[in-house]
């Protein structure tokens, strides 16, 4: 395939999961080298061309997955590969707070660039990494699923930096499983499907439906999703009772029905994550209660898991995987490992049923889960809970990163589980999933529930404007 992305455009990349997206990233990065063809930067053939290639010549990335680095401050993180130093060659750390400060208001991120950078949210990370990637003015930059984590304010700062690098000359590859993004930002735009190039136009000139037909060959049914059994609802299975938490400024009252999706929604730092790890027992309350059939939680994650609760975190790698373990292995991590782990053939069978199920892109089990997609180890960890028997099952953003076909059947998978009974909780900041998916919707604002609506009769927009801040909101922030 050949693709040519100009200086000052908006190049958007779409594809399935496994379509060939990172490979072409990772080849224009220098990560990996071409069996054919050539690499031509400025007009200039680049060979051989390797990471510190790539990076003399202008060419960054922005990848799905975080790199920050822990325990290093947010400046330091910002600045890393062009730290500040004295006339004497030593590293002042009083000038790269000074310029990571300065990149970062830039960018309108309202962060302390003295903070350690693992005590930040999710979402505050991926706005560190961008302003890192922005501060050395790349030629070309690569976007992959840079709003996975982001809430809609934050897509906002997002938004403005790309137009800003677009109209400075920057050539921008933008990767989204998102349409309403390509055709926000996009100049052109290219389908990848099963590793080659099938469609390549100008966004001016085509709409959302013709770009899913390239996409998957076939047409999608959007929208509000039906449930072929009707749920089964038998009251509350978990509860919390007055509930404090760092991260939340006032107490919640929250009840999770069985047989229902309820969906927490509201921007990064709302309290939406802290009432998913509340429940999923991975956060203990400074003060109420969290129920599950009327009685405390266990205190332990394991004893947890083993209660009947299942947690798909967030930040799949650090929190949800393996990377350097097989399939199987990480599938059978959960309460239904018992002696699978000693019986190699029957677990790499029974884990290639549950990658069937999950409708991932490989049955081979035996597979190390880091040379997956992201897409794809999201089915991994989405599986491990396929295989057990949950009665709730707490989700913090499970389908970032994953194609639009992927989304569909993963929905589809928890509406299954909720007609044989199970509680679904899902904490999501997208919009149209929360309206295609959810029963009942509780907004979150400033770390407080401001609102519960019913989801069936609510549209994304609607959600939007329940999500934006009150007055109160802004007091209690400030």
């Given at each position: 395939?050949?693709?040519?992305?100009?200086?000052?455009?908006?190049?958007?990349?779409?594809?399935?999961?496994g379509?060939?997206?990172?490979?072409?990233?990772?080849?224009?990065?220098?990560?990996?080298?071409?069996?054919?063809g050539?690499?031509?930067?400025?007009?200039?053939?680049?060979?051989?061309?390797?990471?510190?290639?790539?990076?003399?010549?202008?060419v960054?990335?922005?990848?799905?997955?975080?790199?920050?680095?822990?325990?290093?401050?947010?400046?330091e993180?910002?600045?890393?590969?062009?730290?500040?130093?004295?006339?004497?060659?030593?590293?002042?750390?009083?000038?790269?707070?000074?310029?990571?400060?300065?990149?970062?208001?830039?960018?309108?991120?309202?962060?302390?660039?003295a903070?350690?950078?693992?005590?930040?949210?999710?979402?505050?990370?991926q706005?560190?990494?961008l302003?890192?990637?922005?501060?050395?003015?790349?030629?070309?930059?690569v976007?992959?699923?840079?709003?996975?984590?982001?809430?809609?304010?934050?897509?906002?700062?997002?938004?403005?930096v790309?137009?800003?690098?677009?109209?400075?000359?920057?050539?921008?590859?933008?990767?989204?499983?998102?349409?309403?993004?390509?055709?926000?930002?996009?100049d052109?735009?290219?389908?990848?499907?099963?590793?080659?190039?099938v469609?390549?136009?100008?966004?001016?000139?085509?709409?959302?439906?013709s770009?899913?037909?390239?996409?998957?060959?076939?047409?999608?049914?959007?929208?509000?999703?039906?449930?072929?059994?009707?749920?089964?609802?038998?009251?509350?299975?978990?509860?919390?009772?007055?509930?404090?938490?760092?991260?939340?400024?006032?107490?919640?009252?929250?009840?999770?029905?069985?047989?229902e999706?309820?969906?927490?929604?509201?921007?990064?730092?709302?309290?939406?994550?802290?009432?998913?790890e509340?429940?999923?027992?991975?956060?203990?309350?400074t003060?109420?209660?969290?129920?599950?059939?009327?009685a405390?939680?266990?205190?332990?994650?394991?004893?947890?898991?083993?209660?009947?609760?299942?947690?798909?975190?967030?930040?799949?790698?650090?929190?949800?995987?393996?990377l350097?373990?097989?399939?199987?292995e990480n599938?059978?991590?959960?309460?239904?490992?018992?002696?699978?782990?000693?019986?190699?053939?029957?677990?790499?069978?029974?884990?290639?049923?549950?990658?069937?199920?999950?409708?991932?892109?490989?049955?081979?089990?035996?597979?190390?889960?880091?040379?997956?997609?992201?897409?794809?180890?999201?089915?991994?960890?989405?599986?491990?809970?396929?295989?057990?028997?949950?009665?709730?099952?707490?989700?913090?953003?499970?389908?970032?990163?994953?194609?639009?076909?992927?989304?569909?059947?993963?929905?589809?998978?928890?509406?299954?589980?909720?007609?044989?009974?199970?509680?679904?909780?899902?904490?999501?900041?997208?919009?149209?999933?929360?309206?295609?998916?959810?029963?009942?919707?509780?907004?979150?604002?400033?770390?407080?529930?401001?609102?519960?609506?019913?989801?069936?009769?609510?549209?994304?927009?609607?959600?939007?404007?329940?999500?934006?801040?009150?007055?109160?909101?802004?007091?209690?922030?400030?």
């Open positions: 395939m050949s693709l040519r992305l100009a200086p000052g455009e908006v190049h958007a990349l779409l594809g399935e999961n379509a060939g997206k990172s490979t072409l990233v990772k080849i224009l990065t220098g990560v990996e080298r071409p069996d054919r050539q690499v031509h930067v400025a007009g200039r053939h680049v060979h051989p061309h390797t990471p510190v290639t790539a990076r003399r010549l202008g960054r990335l922005l990848p799905q997955e975080r790199h920050v680095a822990q325990d290093l401050s947010v400046a993180n910002v600045m890393l590969g062009g730290l500040p130093r004295t006339w004497a060659g030593l590293v002042s750390p009083r000038a790269v707070r000074v310029a990571a400060q300065r990149h970062l208001d830039a960018l309108g991120v309202e962060v302390d660039a903070r350690r950078a693992g005590d930040l949210s999710a979402a505050h990370q706005l560190i990494e302003a890192r990637v922005t501060a050395r003015q790349p030629a070309v930059l976007l992959d699923e840079p709003t996975a984590s982001l809430a809609g304010d934050e897509v906002e700062v997002l938004f403005d790309v137009r800003r690098l677009r109209a400075s000359g920057t050539a921008v590859l933008y990767i989204s499983h998102h349409l309403h993004e390509v055709f926000a930002l996009a052109r735009v290219t389908v990848l499907r099963n590793g080659a190039l469609h390549q136009t100008s966004v001016a000139e085509t709409d959302g439906e770009l899913l037909s390239h996409v998957f060959a076939a047409d999608l049914d959007r929208g509000r999703l039906s449930r072929a059994v009707p749920p089964t609802r038998s009251g509350p299975v978990m509860a919390l009772h007055h509930v404090r938490a760092p991260g939340l400024s006032a107490p919640v009252d929250l009840e999770v029905r069985s047989g999706v309820l969906a927490l929604s509201g921007p990064a730092g709302s309290g939406t994550s802290v009432i998913a509340l429940l999923a027992g991975a956060r203990r309350p003060s109420g209660q969290v129920l599950l059939r009327g405390p939680v266990p205190r332990t994650r394991s004893r947890v898991a083993d209660s009947g609760i299942g947690f798909v975190p967030a930040d799949r790698k650090r929190d949800g995987l393996l350097e373990r097989s399939i199987s599938i059978w991590l959960g309460p239904a490992a018992t002696s699978w782990l000693h019986r190699p053939r029957r677990a790499h069978r029974g884990a290639g049923r549950v990658l069937e199920a999950a409708r991932a892109s490989t049955t081979d089990s035996t597979r190390p889960v880091r040379t997956l997609s992201g897409g794809n180890q999201q089915r991994v960890v989405f599986g491990r809970w396929l295989a057990t028997s949950c009665e709730v099952l707490v989700l913090d953003q499970p389908t970032a990163g994953v194609d639009i076909g992927a989304k569909f059947a993963i929905y589809r998978q928890l509406l299954d589980l909720t007609a044989q009974g199970v509680a679904v909780v899902v904490v999501s900041s997208d919009y149209e999933e929360i309206s295609a998916l959810a029963d009942r919707v509780v907004i979150m604002t400033a770390g407080r529930v401001s609102a519960e609506v019913d989801g069936a009769h609510t549209t994304p927009e609607e959600l939007f404007a329940l999500e934006a801040p009150t007055e109160r909101d802004l007091q209690e922030t400030l």
